[in-house]
């Protein structure tokens, strides 16, 4: 009996703070999955982001609140490594431990926002990024990718490491291991981790923009209340 060939489907990476992670951040995981073909989506809570101001919980917070928000989906999974690490967190070092990890034949999907990806020249060995992984592009308010011309609106730099990457067929995600680029529609949701801390600063309730069991964390563990 013939076996099949056939590789896996590409696998999605979504990386953030997620201090907390909200149902914004668990939407953009769901459509891209979907969108793009996904045989999953890996969420990488950063442990000491390189680029941002110190997360206001800690990273094994911000880790116990992202499996939670992963639990029972089986679409999600939870990656610690940038939590464990001692390093600051970085995408290309990261990517290289997950090559290592899942085989250089791996297609694997890294998700942006488009304020992201705009800001992407700024980023640790950005050019190397696309040798490691593809990069899909989420619209989002004001910064909407809805065909081929988005890309004449990046910065220069961007837009000529971008040209001959683009294509608007997820199948070739999975063709390839590394190195296009895709935009996908993601739904808007007028949700940030910096609303939430703040109402919960002031004792207001952020109930039905993240998940309970996060909710429920954040009130046993005293998060992100003024001291």
């Known amino acids: 009996m013939m076996m099949s060939t056939a590789e896996p489907a590409?696998?999605?990476?979504?990386?953030?703070?997620?201090?907390?992670?909200?149902?914004?951040?668990?939407r953009l995981a769901e459509e891209a999955r979907e969108a793009l073909d996904l045989a999953g989506v890996r969420l990488l809570p950063a442990g000491q982001p390189a680029h941002r101001d110190a997360p206001h919980a800690s990273a094994n917070?911000?880790?116990?609140?992202?499996?939670?928000?992963a639990a029972g989906n089986p679409a999600l999974e939870v990656d610690d490594?940038?939590?464990?690490?001692?390093?600051?967190?970085?995408?290309?070092?990261?990517?290289?431990?997950?090559?290592?990890?899942?085989?250089?034949?791996?297609?694997?999907?890294?998700?942006?926002?488009?304020?992201?990806?705009?800001?992407?020249p700024g980023w640790h060995r950005w050019?190397?990024?696309?040798?490691?992984?593809?990069?899909?592009?989420?619209?989002?308010?004001g910064h909407a990718p809805r065909d081929m011309d988005w890309?004449?609106?990046?910065?220069?730099?961007?837009?000529?490491?971008?040209?001959?990457?683009?294509?608007?067929?997820?199948?070739?995600l999975a063709s390839s291991p590394s190195g296009r680029v895709i935009a996908f529609a993601m739904t808007p949701l007028d949700i940030s981790a910096s609303h939430i801390r703040a109402l919960l600063a002031r004792g207001a309730s952020p109930r039905y923009l993240l998940p309970d069991s996060v909710l429920d964390y954040i009130g046993l563990h005293h998060l992100y209340r003024t001291r």
């Open 10 to 26: 590409p696998l999605g990476l979504l990386g953030g703070t997620f201090d907390p992670i909200h149902f914004a951040h668990l």
């Open 61 to 69: 917070h911000r880790l116990t609140m992202a499996r939670l928000a």
């Open 81 to 120: 490594g940038e939590v464990r690490a001692a390093a600051a967190s970085y995408t290309v070092p990261t990517l290289e431990r997950l090559r290592a990890e899942l085989g250089p034949a791996r297609p694997l999907v890294l998700i942006l926002g488009a304020d992201a990806f705009h800001g992407l």
């Open 127 to 141: 050019g190397e990024l696309f040798d490691l992984a593809h990069v899909a592009v989420a619209n989002r308010p």
């Open 151 to 172: 890309v004449a609106r990046l910065p220069a730099e961007l837009a000529a490491a971008c040209s001959a990457r683009l294509t608007e067929q997820p199948a070739e």
